[in-house]
């Protein structure tokens, strides 16, 4: 893939960030032509992976729902990937026209798939009930803090502290679907694409800023994992932000990954509320409409429709679209910046319909979110994880530091699948590989199977 401009070496350049090198493969082979394109191959490679299948017993937004209707993590990242292939395409189409890539090497449909590729992944390191799973390993560690971090690095105790879906899933495609091949084995530029926090969890995130950009508080792989995305970094061509640490600018295409995602959630989410009884049909239609450009086009479009559930449907769809054109045009006004390193933000944050999203987003803090019957599984998942979490670390610890541990430690590890466990099928000497295989196993699990798993230990059921 070359370029057909000399770009300053300082400047990210778009030839070397859609990078087809594979991970974990060197030296590296030719790839032999099947009609996919490398990109294509990510893509279903991750569809075909039991961590993304997994996805379809993990919480969206309503835990454990009842309703066949409302969206799980499976049908979440679907529709992003849709979302976000189409703003990859536009961008694509975009490079190509400009002649910035050889149109002969990358195709706008390989920037569309890249970036589809890494919406379809952008969740499959979540942990069971959703952002509140996170919550609870993290409230977990740090009531643990002195039993459990003790004996690891002040970078490694920040991993568990700050535990991150992000740098889960990361670990997951470069390693944990395979342990003896790399992971997926994705390409560079989709990995790099899917790194929505590029950076490690030591950097003091409060108040670090570089060039006048401050720096999200997430990040984007654990210490275990921070060695290969330096190298992934350095390959695509990223810019380091923080002298001495691991932290990088974003891959210019994780902007649009961070968007579908973004329209995704804020527009389905209101859409799913709706269906769930939580927003009226009216308050949809009157927010939705604000987004959408045309309303006199979307007054000739509702009268095909006699129910309100294929208006709202109707409305979603063009609500969407008129996101991706938005995106697309805020994109290409600030990719002088991000292919400096000098811009670190939310594209939606810069589009017009930003209050509407705002507005919408309110809504559903309010009226979904918070709604009693989703607090009242999410506020369990805390004990469910955290007793998981407590069963299964304590028995590895007993097992890996003491002579003569208990039968009840013995009994527990034998529960724990021979991946999450160090050679031999004995717990890692490693305090800090113990504590990430235990996470690694009680995060990777679905929501069923976390609350029938927890209900086991604790002696609430029996098999």
């Known amino acids: ?15 070397n960030l859609l990078s087809d090198k594979r991970w974990g493969k060197t030296p590296q082979p030719p790839e032999t032509s099947s009609g996919r394109s490398p990109f294509h191959k990510d893509f279903d490679r991750i569809v075909y992976s039991s961590a993304f299948r997994r ?37 694509g189409l975009s490079l190509n026209e400009r002649r910035i890539i050889d149109p002969e090497g990358v195709l706008p449909s390989d920037t569309g798939t890249i ?4 919406c379809l992944a952008h969740d499959i390191g979540n942990p069971p009930f959703g952002h509140s799973g996170e919550d609870a390993i ?9 039993k459990i971090l003790s004996k690891l690095t002040d970078p490694q105790k920040k991993d568990f502290e700050r535990f991150e879906g992000n740098a889960q899933g990361f670990r997951i495609l470069t390693h944990l679907q395979n342990p003896q091949a790399f992971g997926l084995q994705l390409t560079y530029a989709t990995l790099a694409t899917f790194t929505k926090y590029p950076r490690e969890s030591l950097v003091d995130l409060d108040a670090t800023t570089h060039k006048g950009v401050s720096i999200d508080k997430k990040h984007g792989y654990f210490q275990s994992e921070r060695s290969y995305f330096d190298e992934i970094a350095e390959t695509v061509g990223l810019i380091k932000r923080v ?18 995602d973004d329209i995704s959630y804020h527009i389905v989410d209101l859409e799913d509320g709706y269906h769930m009884g939580k927003v009226s049909f009216e308050k949809v239609d009157e927010h939705l409409r604000l987004v959408i450009d045309n309303n006199g086009e979307v007054d000739v479009g509702l009268k095909r429709f006699v ?39 939310n594209l939606i944050k810069y589009i017009p319909c930003s209050q509407n999203l ?21 506020i369990p998942g805390f004990a469910v994880l955290g007793g998981l979490l407590d069963a299964f670390s304590c028995a590895v610890n007993d097992l890996a530091e003491n002579q003569w541990p208990s039968s009840k430690s013995k009994a527990f590890v034998k529960l724990l699948p021979s991946q999450y466990l160090g050679s031999g099928g004995e ?20 929501d069923s199977y976390a609350v029938s798993l927890y209900k086991q230990v604790s002696g609430i059921s029996l098999p």
């Open 1 to 15: 893939m070359k370029s057909k401009k000399t770009l300053n070496p300082k400047i990210m350049n778009w030839a």
């Open 55 to 91: 996805l379809q017993d993990k919480t969206q937004v309503f835990p454990l729902a009842k309703s066949d209707y409302v969206r799980k993590r499976l049908t979440h990242s679907l529709e992003v990937s849709c979302v976000g292939r189409s703003l990859g395409t536009e961008i």
């Open 115 to 118: 970036v589809a590729a890494a």
């Open 138 to 146: 993290r409230e977990w560690v740090l009531e643990k803090n002195e």
């Open 243 to 260: 002298p001495g640490s691991s932290c990088w600018s974003r891959h210019p295409l994780a902007f649009l990954v961070e968007a579908a």
């Open 307 to 345: 129910s309100e559930d294929d208006k709202v449907s109707f409305l979603r769809a063009k609500a969407i679209s008129t996101l991706v054109r938005q995106v697309v045009e805020c994109f290409l006004q600030k990719e002088e910046e991000i292919l400096c390193g000098n811009f670190d933000d």
């Open 358 to 378: 705002n507005e919408i987003s309110n809504i559903e803090k309010n009226e979904i979110f918070a709604a009693k019957d989703v607090l009242e599984v999410e």
């Open 427 to 446: 717990p890692s000497q490693d305090s800090y590989t113990r504590l990430l295989q235990i996470t690694d196993y009680v995060s990777g699990m679905t």
